[in-house]
């Protein structure tokens, strides 16, 4: 199992931005990528962004696309997710996800930091 840490929530003003961390430790060499999803207030969690941890290619959803940057850094076992021109609908709760093989089960999940974007 990986242990998954995420920091770097807070309040931000629409437009402004923020970065996420998430640290991970325990069995993270079966990683296959990883990626952080969001669960706004009423919603159903959704995904966000994802890196392959060997490749570094990349996958965004839409609404996100231009205004969020995933990265990783392999010595710090470490992801990052930069947070750009934010939006009130932005709002939610974070969490950073691992994904073994099979691919797309995600197995491994942070607790979550929250976001909150105000006008």
């Known amino acids: 199992q990986v242990q998954l840490v995420e920091s770097g929530g807070g309040l931000v003003q629409a437009g402004g931005s923020l970065r996420l961390s998430c640290a991970a430790s325990?069995?993270?060499?079966?990683?296959?990528?990883m990626g952080w999803f969001r669960q706004g207030p009423g919603k159903e969690r959704e995904f966000v962004a994802s890196?392959?941890?060997?490749?570094?290619?990349?996958d965004y959803t839409d609404s996100v696309k231009g205004r969020f940057t995933i990265s990783r850094d392999s010595a710090k076992n470490a992801i990052y997710l930069q947070m750009n021109s934010l939006k009130l609908e932005d709002t939610a709760v974070y969490f950073c996800?691992?994904?073994?093989?099979?691919?797309?089960?995600?197995?491994?999940w942070g607790q979550g930091t929250q976001v909150t974007v105000s006008s």
């Open positions: 890196i392959y941890w060997r490749s570094g290619i990349t």
């Open positions: 996800a691992a994904d073994k093989v099979p691919i797309g089960t995600w197995d491994d």
């Open positions: 325990g069995r993270s060499f079966s990683t296959i990528r």
